[in-house]
């Protein structure tokens, strides 16, 4: 077998320089306001947007041993916490450079492994004082936030598909002077033919820091202004307190066939009460403005429904998405129940049901003859003559799908929800007898639907019997905020609800096909944010102060006088002359170490247009960093700034205009495994000194112009 082996020049590591480059199509992806990619497929000359390291490996050509490790370590990372990868990226890509100029400089590898790991172990352990449990963050977060204004304004009914949004009563007027009174929402006077449960609408995508925009049908003749003294409708009673300022042992919730109704009452007298995790979410979105709103709209419902049934406060596993492509993004809503996508055949079928309740079936693996569970064992001493038969043109195909229709029908089951596929023949037999069956579900939803209804899941439709079908289940079809069904061509959105589910479906929209992924994945970004800051019960101090201590300390350990190797040191080494060497380039490795962190905090710099340039932003980080030396304690003097607002020029972000009491934060666990994934895949490639590639590619490398750098074998 053909093999040729290159061996890698110390000064000129290959491996390094490719991660470097690898990462560096990423730096625009960090930070809050991050400039997103467009990813052309040369295939099909279609494009997409994205806005994470992660799209952005998926979409690259990672042939070589470096790029399949560095894919594998992005992946891990994003398949453990949904976030941290842009940081991650971008400090391989940083700290292979860093190391690419030790190596230049003559430092020994196993100075650079040892100094590195060791310096990075320091910095975890001393940014640990500038963690802040989660309870202390929502009380400074609700009481420094724009305190509660007072209203004057009318509103319709809450709509059954969307849940009100938590912020829309945050805004304008100072004293709440009101006395405190308890009003149903769907107490509001309205004309069944004018104001029904979807046409009077809070859209959660409004503008950030002013009043939600009313979403109206066309035709509607009443009247609606927006001003700084307030809303106004007509035909609604008068509001003056949204029920989110509400203790919650005050308010009231029900769940009536998977609706949400609220009650609102008078101001809190708690502030951290009157808002819960909403504040947190939002200084975790890093800027993320539209996913913030549908997030606490789902942690306002979520919320109020633990103080009833004792449930968690925020359960991801209640929470899924439906992306709606050709509507606004303004549409975008957070509905109860199960909203997905049907062919318009499937959508014919709703039209039947007239919202009668339904019996519903759940299976947890695919709906096709061919398909066996996992750890299914064939039958020995059989000989397979045909493993798959056209089911369209074998008697044996006609006679399962007989079979399985009759199942179906005998039990009078009305709504089939499958976790995997679903035989395209089967399907529309079941549509032929007013059967509704749909596929791709996921575990959590179908969990959810079965404690509800008490349905059991069967793996095969033989295993039916009468335990396993539950009743009480509605289905129809989606409507937008103007109480309109939405037909989207090929597919229709439609809505599952059974009474007193806790699923929630965040129904997110875009008329822009390039976008709809970007949208989903920030989402998703900023919901797990949250769940490991709550899992953590501590976050970080964001806007770059877990960075800046870092090198400070960094700084301080580099400055340390030399001292000869000690006794521990080389039995730690079992090697005077390597202890020694640790020792002599121990300033040299950590100032490379700090310096991916540097430009970790100048590319975010840059890219929020807090500095002109890396060279700006690099000297506004020296400033920092003497005077936090100046100040003797660099935590204290950090934390100060931090909570003055003038870290880097504005701890806030893009939320800097909406009250200066705004914080960001950052998760810890996320971010500190980012830094080690980083440091681990660079000191990986760097240990390996070799590159050996088989294959018939012998005479295609001897005539390449790098044939030099091998060793043919």
Known sequence: LPMAFRDVNARRHIGLQQLSSLALAGRTLLGPMKSCKFIVDESTNQSTLIGSAVRLIESLDLTSAA???????????????????????????????????????????????????????????????????????????????????????????????SLLNPQIFLYFQKDISAPEEVIPISSCSYQEDDCNSNKCLVSPLAGFGSIASLVKPAGDKSTSVISGSGVTTSRCNKLTHSRYFSTLGKSHFSSQQGNFQGYLSGQSADPCECYGLGHLAMALSHGNQ????????????????????????????????????GLPESYSCVSPGFVTLVSSEQATVIKHFKDKPLRILLMDGDLTEQYRHLGFNRPCNVRTILEHPSLWEGRAGDLWLSSMLDILINFEVNLVLVKGNVCKNLMERCIANSILVIGFVTRDVLRAFGEVTSAQPVTYLTQLNASCVASGAQVELWKACDGRAMDLGELVPVRIKVQGIPLLTAVLTTAVASKMQLIEDQFWTLVYRLHHALNDKNVFLGGGAVELLCLSHIQMLAEQPLQPANKNAVKEFHNPWLAASVTEYKSVVLQALASGWKQYLAVVMCNTAKAASELEACTTVDHHLKKAADCGSPSAYILKEFRRGDLLRGGSGPFTDHGEGLKVYDNVTAKTEAWRRALDLVLLVLQTDAEIITGPKRNQLLNSHMSSEFMFL
């Not at 860093?98 to 990075?120: D, F, H, K, Y």
């Open 67 to 161: 790029g399949q490790l560095l894919n594998e370590t992005i992946q891990a990372q994003n398949k453990e916490f949904k976030t941290g990868m842009s940081t991650l990226l971008f400090l391989i890509g940083a700290w292979s450079n860093a190391v690419l100029e030790c190596l230049q400089q003559n430092v020994p590898v196993s100075a650079i492994v040892s100094v590195m790991s060791e310096g990075l172990n320091s910095c975890c352990e001393r940014v640990q004082c500038l963690q802040i449990p989660i309870h202390d963050v929502n009380k400074e977060l609700c009481s420094s936030s724009v305190r509660p204004n007072t209203f004057k304004s009318k509103t319709c009914q809450m709509g059954h598909d």
């Open 290 to 325: 539209a996913s913030v709103k549908l997030l606490q709209s789902i942690v306002a419902y979520q919320q109020e429904r633990a103080e009833c049934s004792g449930s968690s406060q925020f359960n991801i596993a209640e929470i899924v998405t439906c992306c709606l492509l």
